[in-house]
């Protein structure tokens, strides 16, 4: 992923920011040193960002589509209240062998429901309302996950989509792979949808918060 921000403005947001747990901190430094595309980890800065919306919105049910090593699904059940939860989704065992170890450490764990299998099965099976969803998983099925996004979401509910400026490859046109096109074709999607409204955020790769209108 291509820094968009330079790496100094970068670190100053996150310096006046809210501070990185220590449980999400030793998780993102065991992720850097032991598994591949360590940097999908939304990070601190992002991460801050996430809970802000979580409780800006007083999300207390948060379905999250990618949850890796558990980095983004530790922000968000350090921000629900304590009775509220958070369902994750992965395919990936590995990840997922990880992330359980991280959850176990903490009972912020207790919190967190995993889901393994295909996104968009577990989507479909489950019920809403979900008060926030957050998308950042396989990016060729963006424009699926949010329209089930939308049947899931609370009235007064959130969907954050990550990556959405994909290292700045949406300038790019024709696009020059399927996901950059399915990325384009998402945020094409969501600016023209008369049902919600939208703003694309710079942070980090991007994160596009939608919500309905009233
Ligand atoms: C960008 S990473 C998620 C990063 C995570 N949110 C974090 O901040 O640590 C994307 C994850 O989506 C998972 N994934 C890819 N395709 C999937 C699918 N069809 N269903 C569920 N998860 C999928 C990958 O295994 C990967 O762990």
Redesign the pocket.
């Known amino acids: 992923m291509k820094d968009l921000v330079s790496p100094e403005i970068e670190a100053y947001a996150q310096a006046h920011s809210r501070a990185e747990s220590a449980v999400r901190r030793a998780l993102r430094e065991e992720t850097q040193r032991t598994m591949e595309y360590a940097q999908?980890?939304?990070g601190p800065l992002e991460g801050a960002f996430l809970q802000m919306m979580t409780q800006l919105v007083g999300a207390k049910r948060v379905l999250?589509?990618?949850?890796?090593?558990?980095?983004?699904a530790l922000c968000f059940a350090e921000a629900v209240p304590a009775d509220g939860t958070v369902i994750t989704?992965?395919?990936?065992e590995k990840?997922a062998a990880l992330a359980r170890r991280y959850f176990a450490q903490t009972p912020l764990g207790k919190k967190i429901d995993i889901r393994m299998?295909?996104?968009?099965e577990t989507m479909r099976a489950l019920a809403g309302p979900f008060d926030l969803i957050f998308i950042?998983?396989?990016k060729a099925?963006y424009l699926n996950y949010y329209r089930r996004a939308l049947d899931l979401l609370a009235p007064n509910g959130v969907i954050l989509i990550?990556n959405v400026l994909w290292s700045g490859e949406v300038l790019t046109q024709p696009p020059p792979d399927e996901r950059t096109a399915a990325i384009q074709e998402l945020n094409r999607t969501v600016a023209n949808d008369s049902r919600v409204t939208s703003v694309l955020v710079t942070i980090r790769d991007g994160i596009l918060v939608v919500r309905q209108k009233a």
């Not at 299998?117 to 968009?120: K, N, Q, S, V």
């Open positions: 999908m980890v939304v999250e589509i990618g949850m890796f090593t558990g980095y983004s989704c992965d395919i990936d990840s299998g295909p996104a968009l950042d998983a396989d099925n990550d």
